[in-house]
């Protein structure tokens, strides 16, 4: 990734897809998992190891 604000570039750690298992879809597509307590919407999350932006 790179850093939107001192634009240096470093490396992040992925989400496990094979991990996040979807049970269903709820009417506005949002997806519901089969574990409660994961939810991938909330790894999109990004800091700046340098800067920590």
């Known amino acids: 990734m790179e850093c939107l604000l001192y634009e240096k570039t470093s490396t992040t750690k992925r989400v496990r897809s094979r991990f996040v298992k979807v049970a269903k879809y709820d009417t506005d597509f949002c997806p519901i998992y089969a574990d ?17 932006f």
């Open 36 to 52: 409660s307590t994961i939810n991938a919407l909330f790894y999109n999350i990004f800091v700046c190891p340098h800067w920590y």
